[in-house]
């Protein structure tokens, strides 16, 4: 059994930041690739950004310069840093890992998700 939990979300005033922080748990051997996702009211859910077990990183364009993503491999802990927050990253986010089991599964996790609202 593995579990993610994410913390961090909330109502902030535009120009504001969160961080949103993930944490796995459970039978875990290693962790590939974690990332984070939203999705909005009648939306699609999009990839926000991802980051490798080696530390290399990606964003989707709506977020460059303003976002950071990190990982704590020693506590199989992700966290994405929110700055300059405007109305439209409104949604809910969602922490993805892909990782191997100790029974040597290899399988993709969903944390439940976690509510970003921003205020105009």
């Known amino acids: 059994q593995v579990h993610l939990v994410e913390s961090g979300g909330g109502l902030v005033q535009a120009g504001g930041s969160l961080r949103l922080s993930c944490a796995a748990s459970?039978?875990?051997?290693?962790?590939?690739?974690m990332g984070w996702y939203r999705q909005a009211p009648g939306k699609q859910r999009e990839l926000v950004a991802g980051?490798?077990?080696?530390?290399?990183?990606n964003y989707a364009d709506s977020v460059k310069g303003r976002f950071t993503i990190s990982r704590a491999n020693a506590n199989n802990t992700m966290y994405l840093q929110m700055n300059s927050l405007k109305p439209e990253d409104t949604a809910v986010y969602y922490c993805?890992?892909?990782?191997?089991?100790?029974?040597?599964?290899?399988?993709?996790?969903w944390g439940q998700g976690t509510q970003v609202t921003v205020s105009s």
């Open positions: 993805n890992a892909v990782l191997t089991t100790t029974s040597q599964r290899f399988l993709n996790y």
């Open positions: 459970g039978s875990i051997f290693s962790i590939n690739a």
């Open positions: 980051i490798t077990s080696d530390g290399r990183t």
